[in-house]
């Protein structure tokens, strides 16, 4: 086994031992081919949207205990 992997190998040992394990996240490709005008049209049905205020003022005053 090469020196990076046994470092990766080890890392991910400890990790374990600390009760993690690996997760992988699929987020969009912000330079994907139409990723900014699909984003435009996504944010103008937001902002045209009649309940876009008291939406925001829904999430404004959430609460989380112990977030500050």
């Given amino acids: 086994m090469a020196d990076g992997a046994k470092r ?3 890392h991910r040992d400890k990790m374990k031992a600390a009760g993690l394990k690996p997760v992988t996240i ?3 490709d912000v330079n994907a ?3 900014a ?3 435009a049209r996504e944010i103008e049905i937001v902002n ?3 309940d876009e205020k008291l939406i925001l003022e829904q999430l404004s005053n959430i ?3 112990g977030w500050k």
């Fill in 8 to 10: 990766v190998q080890k």
């Fill in 26 to 28: 699929w987020v969009p």
């Fill in 33 to 35: 081919p139409g990723y």
């Fill in 37 to 39: 005008e699909q984003l």
């Fill in 48 to 50: 045209n949207s009649p």
């Fill in 63 to 65: 609460e989380i205990e």
